[in-house]
């Protein structure tokens, strides 16, 4: 989610991920602050790797139930994150994240068939992975947004492993996520982190009820991060809008509307009573990036 106006290309219907390129890079190396060897911790993880490949017939749903675990043991009904409290007692959440580098789309499709079983997996992977980097920042974390370029170092600049190979949160964004799957939803659904973040849920993305799970998102998101000022006609939008606003047109224009607009969208997610003007001024709302950690 680094510098959002960077994003990548048009986003692409369709489910399947053959077509996508390999995402690690001719000679890159494991490394950085996530996947970085971390001697007792890093050997612990090969031998868990192993054990978690042997263990495939206990089924996607049975390891993001571990992503629920943890989601219900450190996330309050705020959205916000008791990274300490996970720091200290991070057992389950190491074996899902090695799950995710064990597994996945590329390495075992025929565990991954279908459209909503490969999006649930990409956007608890994403969040998770998140939550990793976190963690690896220290105690005095205050923002994952600082670096040599605002977001960089945290969003393109750290190496994650997922699926066998090491890629980058961007990367799982924009080019798993976005383009793989051209949902514009999954900007409700994926957390960076920061306070002004879509609320991140207590529970996994699961393929059973990934449609409605990512209703629901979108339906908070707006209901959190958009208001209309009837005075002034002027529609208060969350800076995601303007980010990802190809994202949202072009769903729009997919939709067959003729006049694709950001409020066309938004207001797909607001009551009958509570529908924005078609010509309602847009502006964005100032996007607080500091870290979404409960207090301590």
């Not at 290309?9 to 996947?35: E, I, K």
């Not at 956007?123 to 960089?152: D, H, M, Q, T």
């Not at 958009?226 to 729009?252: H, P």
Request: charged letters at 25%; glycine letters at 8%; proline letters at 5%.
């Amino acid at each position: 989610m680094a510098e959002k106006a960077q994003a990548g290309g048009a986003a692409r219907v369709g489910g399947s991920l053959s077509h996508l390129p390999s995402r690690n890079p001719p000679g890159r190396h494991v490394s950085g602050a996530v996947t970085g060897c971390r001697s007792v911790r890093g050997l612990a993880a090969a031998c868990l790797l192993c054990s978690l490949v042997a263990q495939a017939d206990q089924g996607v749903d049975a390891y993001h139930a571990k992503w629920t675990t943890v989601l219900e043991a450190y996330v309050d009904e705020t959205g916000f994150v008791d990274y300490d409290g996970l720091l200290a007692d991070r057992g389950t959440f190491d074996e899902y994240v090695a799950w995710l580098d064990a597994t996945g789309p590329r390495t075992h499709p025929r565990r991954f068939e279908g459209r909503a079983t490969q999006l649930a997996f990409y956007i608890n992977a994403y969040n998770a992975l998140v939550f990793e980097g976190v963690l690896a920042r220290g105690p005095e974390r205050k923002s994952v947004w600082r670096g040599l370029i605002s977001g960089w170092a945290f969003f393109r600049g750290m190496d994650v492993r997922l699926d066998g190979e090491v890629t980058n949160l961007q990367t799982i964004e924009d080019v798993l996520i976005r383009e793989g799957f051209a949902d514009p939803r999954i900007h409700a659904a994926l957390n960076c982190a920061s306070v002004s973040c879509p609320r991140l849920p207590r529970e996994a993305f699961r393929p059973a009820t990934l449609e409605a799970q990512l209703d629901t998102a979108m339906r908070e998101f707006v209901r959190d991060h958009v208001r209309f000022e009837a005075e002034s006609g002027t529609a208060y939008l969350s800076k995601i809008f303007d980010w990802f606003e190809e994202d949202f047109l072009a769903f729009e224009q997919a939709m067959g509307h003729p006049d694709p607009a950001l409020i066309n969208y938004v207001n797909r997610y607001r009551g009958a009573d509570a529908q924005i003007p078609a010509g309602a001024r847009v502006r964005f709302m100032d996007y607080d990036k500091g870290i979404n950690a409960q207090p301590r």
